[in-house]
């Protein structure tokens, strides 16, 4: 019998090193969880914040004179600069052409020009990966190995589908990013709407929270919870999963239900406002449609997204008083 892909991942025992370096700030605790997701299927070990530059760097481009943060990851599973980027970029929605990642040993030039792998740091006692048979080597190449990774993933998710298909759902509702966030500000998690089924654990005081999202609109037929209640949650743990995102929560009362501890609502047409946002430097103002429960929360909200899509600073601009949308 062939030996498994985790089996050869711990036979090899290799580490290799690379670097994330951004002209956006990747320092971001929120920033740094999505990259963080997006170097899981490479066996992520260790991901720490690394050097900031606030003098810039020329391998950036026209983004030269920009500050670059940088991150340091540890791997198990080797990736060539490119594809780490492809991924990095996709899950954190930062441009390439803003973001550059390479292998411990290589500069940010070296890893624009050439894309090279050569320089990856293994864990043997000479500080190079040991030779590989060639058919094992095939086994732990490039896109296979990847390939393999998600295979065994899938086969990880119809296990625990199949373990779970008798659990019941004990509750379910539909809240914004906002929500989540002052749920557990831990979580990154995109603008929109999302679904959290609730299923009670192995004790009746432990549930796992499955989020799924986001969405643009708020899923029907589900209550809407503005804010999840933290009262009478002992504890909150985030498990690893690449499809969704999967909460531990321990209770401290076993009929806990959210539904039942925050006020629910319907999102409806008097949740949308109209708010003027000035840039308080140059004297433009921007008009951004918002949902909210609240006038504060929509000014709040209108300012992110307008620092977020203009590139400034929050500091600089100031929310009128909202007008609902006609």
Not at 14 to 28: K, L, M, P
Not at 121 to 134: A, M, W
């Amino acid at each position: 019998m062939g030996k498994t892909f985790r089996q050869l991942i711990a036979e090899s025992d290799q580490e290799f090193t690379i670097y994330v370096a951004s002209v956006e700030n990747v320092h971001h605790p929120e920033i740094m969880d999505l990259v963080r997701l997006a170097l899981m299927p490479y066996d992520l070990r260790e991901i720490k914040k690394g050097t900031y530059k606030a003098g810039g760097d020329e391998a950036f481009g026209v983004y030269a004179q920009y500050p670059v943060y940088s991150l340091m990851a540890k791997l198990g599973l080797d990736v060539a600069n490119d594809s780490a980027e492809q991924m990095v970029a996709a899950m954190t929605r930062i441009d390439q052409d803003k973001l550059i990642v390479h292998h411990q040993g290589e500069s940010l030039a070296k890893a624009e020009e050439d894309n090279s792998d050569s320089e990856a740091e293994g864990t043997g006692s000479s500080g190079e990966g040991e030779e590989t048979p060639s058919q094992e080597a095939q086994s732990l190449a490039g896109q296979k190995r990847i390939d393999d990774f998600m295979k065994e993933l899938e086969s990880a998710r119809k296990d625990r589908d199949a373990s779970t298909s008798e659990s019941d759902v004990y509750e379910s509702f539909a809240v914004s990013h906002l929500g989540l966030r002052g749920f557990e500000p831990a979580i990154a998690v995109p603008k929109g709407f999302y679904l959290v089924e609730r299923e009670i654990g192995t004790e009746p005081t432990e549930s796992l929270l499955y989020v799924s999202g986001p969405f643009s609109e708020a899923p029907e037929n589900y209550p809407f919870l503005g804010n999840i209640d933290r009262q009478g949650i002992d504890q909150i743990g985030i498990l690893p999963n690449m499809e969704r995102i999967t909460l531990s929560v321990r209770t401290t009362d076993p009929t806990h239900r959210f539904v039942r501890a925050a006020r629910a609502r319907s999102i409806s047409e008097d949740m949308h406002r109209e708010v003027k946002v000035t840039d308080t430097d140059t004297g433009k103002t921007h008009t951004v449609v918002v949902r909210a429960g609240t006038d504060a929360e929509a000014r709040d909200e209108a300012v992110n997204i307008v620092s977020r899509r203009e590139k400034i600073g929050t500091d600089r601009l100031v929310a009128a008083a909202p007008d609902r949308e006609k």
